[in-house]
């Protein structure tokens, strides 16, 4: 790895890797509560983190969104959020009794959120790095699901080259979740989504669903900067295959 890719790279883990000085409105992005007919659906939520230190709480650990996979429930989001949520202590993909709760909540609808239960993709060998092992941090889910959170589906068979798709997620310090509409370009060597998409201000998108027209969950929000060279966003999401990976296992 060269030294302007992990240049990159670190930029992401610091949020600065999506800023890009711009707004949502000023490159004429669709922004949206909805997927569907019904207005008032959560399509994405934010990660609410707290911890037995509060000192290390997180209101806004990226975006996550309820996926449904062979009968089971689970809450999503991405790994490296870990970064942004995490005690000093913290140095594997394991909480060590330090979490105190880790809630999946909607900005729209305080009501509405979801507790995450046991991590499945726990791992204390497993360190918290750049790039991770699979950008996918998947839960269990607690309790009941109030009406009005989207619950989404997997995708099995592989995307098209030029395919639509679109990506949802709360940038910080938004009320309102964007929708972002690109295109599928193909994939990296390590099996991450390439996608088109227009220049944006997406810090606090990670962890969000990447859906393909039909709303259906084919990669999650991870990796993204802006490359001044070439005038163009690189945004490459985790693909489905590390989660079916783990879920499988």
């Known amino acids: 790895m060269d030294s302007l890719t992990k240049m990159r790279i670190l930029l992401l883990c610091t949020v600065l890797a999506f800023a890009c000085h711009i707004t949502a409105q000023e490159v004429n992005l669709e922004i949206t509560s909805d997927l569907s007919s019904h207005a008032q659906i959560d399509s994405v939520l934010v990660s609410d983190v707290k911890f037995k230190n509060p000192k290390f709480d997180n209101p806004h650990a990226g975006s996550g969104f309820l996926l449904e996979h062979k009968g089971k429930l689970y809450a999503c989001t991405a790994k490296h959020v870990l970064f942004f949520a995490k005690t000093d202590s913290m140095k594997t ?15 729209k609808n305080k009501k509405n959120k979801v507790l995450a239960g046991k991590l499945i993709n726990e791992d204390k060998q497993e360190a918290i790095v750049m790039p991770p092992k699979g950008d996918w941090l998947v839960f269990e889910v607690e309790g009941e699901i109030r009406q009005g959170i989207q619950i989404y589906s997997l995708r099995e068979e592989p995307l098209s080259e030029g395919e639509k798709v679109r990506f949802l997620g709360y940038p910080y310090n938004t009320t309102r979740p964007v929708n972002v509409t690109g295109s599928f370009i193909g994939y990296t060597k390590e099996g991450n989504l390439s996608l088109d998409v227009p220049k944006g201000n997406y810090g606090g998108c990670s962890g969000g669903p990447v859906l393909d027209t039909q709303g259906r969950v084919v990669g999650l929000v991870s990796m993204g900067y802006f490359n001044q060279k070439e005038n163009k966003m690189v945004f490459e999401p985790a693909s489905i295959k590390y989660f079916q990976t783990i879920i499988n296992n």
């Open 93 to 107: 993909i394991s909480f060590d009794d330090e979490l105190k709760s880790w809630e999946f909540v909607s900005k």
